[in-house]
């Protein structure tokens, strides 16, 4: 009924804890699938080694980066429902199920993640929110996020891919992971294009999961590369090319300070 699709991208010990803490509390039909983003190190003998025939292990010659890698796992996934897994994340109870239940009884609904926790206990921010616009970045509202209420789940924008679950059906509906972005916002183009579709995206507040954050990326400086040729393709795609220009606009006071501030 399940597949878990997990990108490994030079954290093999990583991802065999959280696999192990997803053994522990997922039904025993639940289908793991890894993708090893090309990570050029031991990763694929370790976990070879670690779960020999209890997982699909898809070794890809290249960095598809995070849609392409996601992508790449669908391709060999069975479920009905889809459920998109950071390899840094703290599996302790069953949050499948019961995102799952929540997506089933809630038909307007068709994309769900639970609440993501830092390991000492505090919420993530940035893990859901409203979907940018121009006008947000310029009364720098970006960073805003959606107020939840006290119900079994709050109704987003958007939500975060660390832990990101949609039907199968929905998943090729809307044409799955735009490969176009190799890091950042493909989570938020995915919901965006539910949305389209006129399904809501939800964040469950029964459970919860702990996301280390930022194992497998680069320096800031590779990071901040990434966002923004993510963010200028985003705007162009979602708005045309004249808010791209725009937020490339917006952007240069925030750069020469930076640029300054290194001086």
């Not at 045309?240 to 930076?258: E, T």
Request: glycine share 6%; proline share 3%; net charge positive.
């Amino acid at each position: 009924m399940y597949s878990i699709i997990i990108i490994n991208y030079k954290t093999p010990q990583l991802t065999s804890e959280c696999i192990r803490g997803l053994f522990k509390v997922v039904p025993s039909n639940t289908e793991i699938i890894v993708v090893d983003n090309a990570s050029g190190d031991d990763s694929l003998d370790i976990l070879k080694s670690n779960f020999r025939n209890t997982i699909k292990l898809i070794p890809s010659e290249i960095n598809l980066g995070f849609a392409g890698g996601n992508n790449l796992g669908t391709k060999s996934a069975t479920g009905e429902y889809l459920i998109f897994l950071n390899s840094d994340t703290i599996i302790e109870s069953d949050f499948i199920a019961t995102c799952i239940k929540i997506l089933e009884e809630n038909k307007n609904v068709g994309i769900i993640s639970p609440r993501l926790k830092l390991p000492g206990g505090d919420y993530q921010k940035a893990a859901f929110g409203y979907f940018p616009t121009v006008w947000k970045l310029m009364t720098q509202q970006t960073k805003n996020e959606p107020s939840l209420n006290i119900s079994s789940f709050t109704e987003v924008g958007w939500v975060s891919g660390c832990a990101l679950i949609i039907s199968r059906n929905l998943f090729d509906k809307i044409g799955g992971w735009d490969d176009n972005f190799f890091l950042y916002l493909e989570d938020v183009d995915l919901c965006r294009r539910a949305h389209i579709y006129h399904y809501a995206c939800a964040v469950s507040q029964e459970v919860k999961i702990v996301h280390l954050g930022g194992q497998s990326t680069s320096r800031n400086s590779s990071k901040s590369k990434y966002y923004y040729i993510s963010q200028d393709y985003y705007f162009k795609k979602h708005y045309g090319p004249l808010s791209m220009v725009m937020v490339k606009i917006l952007r240069w006071p925030y750069l020469l300070y930076k640029f300054l501030i290194q001086k």
